[in-house]
């Protein structure tokens, strides 16, 4: 850094900006890619949606067809890979389908309560005083009651259903969003380069948009992906309870409750919903611990 | 240096002198009685109990073109007095008028004074968003003000040129790919961007190390030069602030102790405060080292100062007529300005010159 070359060198041409292509997400990404945990994590988390969404072509039968004299085969029988359930449906083809449902039972309400707890929290926080108040003490009511019996206690009210269950969960996670977003958005805001902005003019909404989002939405993001795993297992539990997805639906949770009875029968088999839904909720959590230590580098 | 022709330069609502209103004897920012209180609790009667009196009725006025320094321990509301000039707090009391407008009044509304009052903030990490690129950030205030993305983006390369930095290399930047002193360029030209008349540098150059802090303030004189401003420099460094500054005001508890040219202020004070920070100043001459501390103690809490004169609890020339009288601000010689009851003639402190009778 030297001030006397600048003398002698020539008035610069007015360039338009040129990114580097080193722009804080890039280096995010690049540092993800690093960790292997993280990117086993999201190779599995990859084939389970793949694998839901091309579901008709992956699939090896029908998961609705039932067979009243092949029900409860072990995993390995021929013809059904990983055994078959209380009717004699395809396990493989059923969790296949079910991934499907499980999947926006995980991500959809999180993806909701972050979008809503990301507002009122970022609102909250940047403008203080009695907006804050009447937001997080508002918040601090649906703190009250564990999370589990307000899901259940919403969704009850609400009748069975997809989208009910949808909507119980949302609600259930906005609280957990508002509040991180809040405190967040508290320590950001009396930085000295959100006062700079203040300084040159600029109003709340400019600031917002500019200073505050940037700096604030990563850690809420991060934070919300932890909250996808707790999502499908509240969904799971709801469906178990017949309070989410309907019977015939292939859905992890639904056929968790429909195998239990084959638990002394068929231990392995009634165990798979499980198992995918833990994989599933496992490989989210630890992407998003990842996610979490790549973010947080500094330089 | 010489001057990149752009149209950021030509504009003549950006041209500082162009926006002259009151002539050059007007004093560019002058305040009266400002005043701001922290906390503290409400009884019933009204009255504010336990608040910390951060600035406790300051006068001041910064005439067009020159740097006043400000000087004072930690705590004495330095600080607080920059974020109140610049509004970022708003006062509880005091009046600021800048160029002979009222602040508030309907010439003088607050956006258009933040186009003409600009600050430089000490930690020059915390003051840039580490999300925004050099060149975003320095273009972000005229943005704000309505510049076009493309001229807003080439007054930004110029400010960088501006200020030693080659647009080419570090318009697309983020800040944590810059060293301390690079930083602190950039937050100058953020300053600079809205082209403002008054520039207030809060411990601007007080974390760099020695040898940047040296560029950097060559770097604030030069541009002073080019673009006509006028500093207020805020530092604890004395022989910064002797670097700097054309006359310097010293603080004390939230209160104005001595205000005068630089040159009388740090060779012969009047305030006896004002003579313990300079006895305080490490000396390069081995025979003048410092034996013993020339101010025993903490400033005390500023949530119930000392009465009277608010230094004499660590005077030592205290006599007993400081802890009832409230020294004002009064001057000694003409620009020179104590509030002392030694300076005072007839204030009745045993040191006082006595008050002749025709003076009166």
């Known amino acids: ?299 | 240096m010489t001057e990149p022709a752009s149209d950021a330069t030509s504009d003549p609502a950006f041209d500082p002198a162009a926006r002259d209103r009151g002539g050059p004897a007007q004093p560019l920012l002058s305040v009266t009685g400002l005043v701001k209180h922290f906390g503290g609790r409400r009884s019933w009667r009204g009255e504010t109990k336990g608040a910390v009196r951060a600035v406790d009725g300051v006068d001041f006025s910064i005439a067009k073109g020159e740097t006043l320094g400000v000087v004072g321990e930690s705590g004495c509301g330095k600080s607080t007095t920059a974020r109140l000039v610049m509004q970022i707090i708003a006062p509880d009391a005091g009046e600021i008028v800048f160029d002979g407008e009222a602040l508030g009044s309907r010439a003088l509304d607050l956006t258009t004074y933040r186009r003409e009052v600009q600050m430089v903030f000490q930690d020059s990490y915390a003051s840039l968003n580490p999300r925004l690129t050099v060149e975003d950030t320095i273009a972000f205030g005229p943005r704000v003000h309505g510049v076009g993305r493309r001229e807003a983006t080439g007054r930004a390369h110029d400010l960088l040129f501006k200020v030693g930095l080659e647009p080419a290399r570090f318009a697309g930047r983020y800040p944590h790919e810059l060293s301390g002193g690079q930083r602190q360029r950039i937050n100058i030209a953020r300053a600079l961007a809205l082209q403002p008349r008054l520039v207030i540098l809060d411990e601007a150059v007080s974390a760099l190390d020695k040898s940047v802090e040296a560029q950097v303030l060559n770097l604030l004189l030069d541009l002073k030069a080019e673009f006509g401003l006028t500093y207020m420099f805020i530092s604890h460094d004395l022989n910064v602030v002797r670097f700097m500054a054309d006359r310097v005001m010293v603080m004390y508890l939230g209160k104005v102790a001595e205000v005068g040219p630089s040159d009388v202020i740090l060779k012969s004070p009047s305030h006896p405060y004002t003579a313990a920070l300079l006895a305080s100043m490490p000396s390069m001459d081995p025979d003048a080292r410092t034996e013993e501390a020339p101010l025993f103690g903490d400033p005390p809490n500023p949530i119930d100062p000392p009465s009277g004169c608010r230094f004499h609890t660590r005077c030592r020339f205290a006599s007993a007529i400081c802890a009832n009288v409230e020294p004002r601000l009064a001057p000694v010689a003409r620009p020179h300005e104590v509030a002392c009851l030694m300076a005072q003639p007839g204030s009745g402190h045993p040191r006082a010159a006595p008050l002749r009778e025709n003076a009166a």
């Open chain 1, 1 to 299: 850094m030297a001030v006397t070359t600048v003398d002698s060198a020539p008035a610069p041409a007015v360039v338009p900006a040129k990114k580097l292509g080193r722009g804080y997400w890039a280096g995010v990404l690049r540092r993800l890619a690093r960790d292997p945990v993280a990117v086993t994590a999201a190779v599995i988390i990859l084939l389970i949606v793949l694998a839901a969404i091309f579901a008709p072509y992956v699939a090896p039968a029908d998961p609705y067809k039932s067979s009243m004299i092949r029900r409860l085969r072990p995993i390995g029988t021929p013809g059904f890979l990983l055994g078959s359930d209380e009717l004699g449906r395809d396990m493989l083809s059923r969790l296949i389908y079910g991934g499907r449902l499980s999947l926006v039972m995980g991500v959809l309400p999180v993806f909701c309560a972050f979008a809503v707890g990301s507002f009122l929290g970022v609102a909250a926080g940047y403008a203080g005083g009695w907006l804050n108040t009447i937001i997080m003490r508002t918040v601090d009511v649906f703190y009250a009651f564990p999370s589990v019996l307000l899901a259940i206690a919403l969704s009850g009210t609400l009748g069975a259903g997809i989208l009910n269950a949808i909507v119980a969960l949302t609600v259930v996670f906005v609280p957990q969003v508002t509040r991180v977003a809040e405190s967040v958005t508290t320590q950001i805001r009396n930085r000295d380069y959100v006062e700079a902005a203040r300084v040159s003019g600029a109003g709340p909404f400019t600031i917002v948009r500019v200073h505050v989002l940037g700096n604030v939405l990563g850690p809420i993001f991060v934070y919300s992906t932890s909250l996808i795993s707790v999502s499908m297992i509240l969904a799971s539990g709801l469906s178990f309870l017949g309070l989410g997805s309907k019977p015939p639906e292939p859905e992890w949770g639904l056929m968790l409750n429909t195998l239990r009875t084959a638990i002394y029968t068929q231990p392995m088999v009634a165990a798979l919903p499980g198992v995918m839904i833990f994989v599933t909720s496992i490989s989210f959590n630890l992407l998003s611990d990842g996610l979490r230590s790549a973010m947080e580098v500094k330089a």
